[in-house]
Nanobody, 123 residues
Framework: QVQLVESGGGSVQAGGSLRLSCAAS????????MAWFRQAPGKEREGVAA???????SYRDSVKGRFTISKDNAKNTLYLQMDNLKPEETAMYYC?????????????????WGQGTQVTVSS
C-alpha cells in the first residue's frame, strides 16, 4: 500500500507561483507512475500532469508551459511547480500513484491517493 502526503499549497495572487510536494512511502517508488490531479468545488477531479517510471511527462493543455512535474526517486518525492497561476486554478490538489509503466491522467486508473493540499489563487 502506498502512502502519499502532499504539501506546499497556499494562497497566492494571480500570476504567482507555488511548488507542491508529495512524499511517498511504503513502496518501491521508482516502479510507480505518478500524477497530480485537482478538484474545484462542484467539479470533477481532473488530471493536471503525469510522469511515468522513465520520467516522461504529460500535461493537460491548459497548464502546458506553466506547470512542471518532476520526481526525485532518491527522496521518494513528487513535485509540481506551478507558475503564472490563474484564479480558475483554485482547487484541492491531489497526488496519485499507479503501479506500472503507463502514466495517465484518468483518475480511474489510480488507486492510491493523498489527502490533498489546497491551492487558492486570488485575482
Amino acid at each position: 500500500q502506498v502512502q502519499l502526503v502532499e504539501s506546499g499549497g497556499g494562497s497566492v495572487q494571480a500570476g504567482g507561483s507555488l511548488r507542491l510536494s508529495c512524499a511517498a512511502s511504503g513502496v518501491m517508488y521508482s516502479s510507480y507512475c505518478m500524477a497530480w490531479f485537482r478538484q474545484a468545488p462542484g467539479k470533477e477531479r481532473e488530471g493536471v500532469a503525469a510522469i511515468d517510471t522513465e520520467g516522461t511527462t504529460s500535461y493537460r493543455d491548459s497548464v502546458k508551459g506553466r506547470f512542471t512535474i518532476s520526481k526525485d526517486n532518491a527522496k521518494n518525492t513528487l513535485y509540481l511547480q506551478m507558475d503564472n497561476l490563474k484564479p480558475e486554478e483554485t482547487a484541492m490538489y491531489y497526488c496519485a500513484a499507479r503501479y506500472g509503466v503507463i502514466a495517465t491522467m484518468n483518475r480511474r486508473d489510480y488507486s492510491n491517493w493523498g489527502q490533498g493540499t489546497q491551492v487558492t489563487v486570488s485575482s
